[in-house]
């Protein structure tokens, strides 16, 4: 089954959220990938819920906060 462009989003930020945080693979998100998540977050709005879409601006709030490009 092929997932719904909330479902991508999500992914897409837990993700580079794990990367972010796996430094000892020194494996960190790049600008592209960042950028590419924030594209999956606005794709994912217009067929959002009220609920999915609370959850797509904590998405966003992660990737500002948490996500620091090394």
Same mark, same amino acid.
């Given at each position: 089954?092929?997932?719904?462009?909330?479902?991508? %989003?999500?992914?897409?930020? @837990?993700?580079?959220?794990?990367?972010? !945080?796996? &430094? =000892?693979?020194?494996?960190?998100?790049?600008?592209?990938?960042?950028?590419?998540?924030?594209?999956?977050?606005? %794709?994912?709005?217009?067929? @959002?819920?009220?609920?999915?879409?609370? !959850?797509? &601006? =904590?998405?966003?709030?992660?990737?500002?906060?948490?996500?620091?490009?090394?």
């Amino acid at each position: 089954m092929e997932k719904n462009l909330f479902e991508q %989003a999500r992914d897409m930020v @837990a993700n580079l959220t794990n990367m972010n !945080q796996n &430094e =000892q693979g020194g494996n960190f998100p790049n600008a592209s990938d960042k950028e590419a998540a924030r594209k999956a977050i606005k %794709a994912a709005y217009q067929d @959002a819920t009220p609920e999915q879409k609370q !959850q797509l &601006e =904590q998405f966003e709030q992660q990737l500002d906060e948490k996500i620091d490009l090394h």
